[in-house]
């Protein structure tokens, strides 16, 4: 496969590719991002992301010229003109180019780029052994700042620095509470528990992006009989859960062994962990292919 990059209509390979200096989330983080993976030469969950990222476009004010039928198309040419069986997408969006933070400032359309590229986050043994996690000191940016719905590209620095604390503390992964102490989210993904059969997971309200890993998984948690609740989850939840796992497009489903040092249920991924991360799997076989892109969403 080639690495590709489609930036504002020109194609080049990512060693070639080059944004302007004064692109607005360069400057100051105000950008959106997707990032989406590929599966057996298909885009997974595509409208799903597309439709995410449209939505925080509305709600950042971007003034996207671009209709979301014509970037399906142009990210689906170029997953064909890569060649990709198996990747990542990396689809960004940003205010546009201008200096000064008053968004008059920008006198371009939203800067667009789309990358085709590979991505592995966790090694195989963090899947068969599960990840040590770790609650972070970094709190999630509350709503009424940033909704964590919006998968704006300034607030990664925060979850960057949560990261930045796990390594230093030889983990994982971080999770991060939000300031009335409930759990939210990893630093890239969602986090399920299973306390006697039944999932529970952080509701939206609690400040989490609204993972499309997580819908996934929910609904394949329902169509195997399980019961989800979403609601509000303390550390102490955490603790007494038989299992835990992380959801995400470039971490799928990783069980979680130990928090802060502490098994959680049998310090290993249980049945239910097992079981998803499986359905999850078999449910990766269905995607856009990349020669069907010519029509509307099915
Ligand atoms: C903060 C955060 N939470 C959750 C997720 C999982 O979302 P998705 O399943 O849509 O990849 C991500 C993915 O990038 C993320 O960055």
């Known amino acids: 496969m080639e690495k590709l990059v489609w930036f504002n209509g020109k194609v080049t390979t990512l060693e070639e590719a080059s944004i302007p200096a004064a692109d607005h989330a360069h400057l100051y983080g105000d950008g959106l991002f997707e990032g989406i993976r590929i599966y057996h030469n298909q885009v997974f969950k595509l409208d799903q992301h597309l439709d995410r990222l449209y939505y925080g476009c509305k ?18 040419d170029l997953c064909a003109r890569a060649g990709v069986a198996e ?21 371009t359309d939203p800067n667009v780029m789309v990358m085709v590229s590979t991505l592995s986050l966790y090694p195989p ?10 609650f972070s000191s970094v709190r999630v940016i509350p709503a009424d700042s940033l909704d964590p719905r919006l998968k704006c590209i300034g607030r990664y620095a925060s979850n960057i620095m949560a990261k930045a604390e ?10 991060l509470l939000n300031h009335d102490g409930f759990l939210t989210e990893g630093t890239g993904e969602n986090v399920f528990l299973v306390k006697n ?11 989490i992006l609204r993972g499309i890993t997580r819908d996934t998984v929910i609904e394949l948690a329902k169509g195997a009989g399980l019961t989800v609740v979403e609601e509000n989850l303390t550390p ?27 098994p959680i249920g049998e310090g290993k991924p249980g049945p239910v962990t097992m079981r ?23």
Do not use: W
């Open 59 to 76: 709600m950042m004010g971007f003034d996207m010229s671009i209709p979301q039928v014509g970037l399906r198309a142009i990210i689906l």
């Open 87 to 107: 990747g990542y997408i990396r689809l960004n969006v940003t205010r546009g180019t201008g200096l000064g933070l008053d968004p008059r400032a920008v006198k």
């Open 125 to 134: 043994e963090f899947y068969a052994n599960g990840l040590d996690a770790m």
């Open 166 to 175: 796990a390594n230093r503390a030889g983990v994982g992964e971080a999770l």
């Open 197 to 207: 059969g039944t999932l529970r997971t952080p509701h939206p309200s609690c400040g």
């Open 236 to 262: 102490y939840d955490v603790f007494e859960a038989d299992e835990c796992f992380c959801t995400g497009t470039a971490a799928e489903v990783v069980g979680v062994a130990t928090i802060n040092g502490q």
């Open 276 to 298: 998803l991360t499986q359905l999850f799997k078999e449910h990766t076989k269905i995607g856009v292919p990349f020669e069907a892109h010519a029509g509307a969403r099915p």
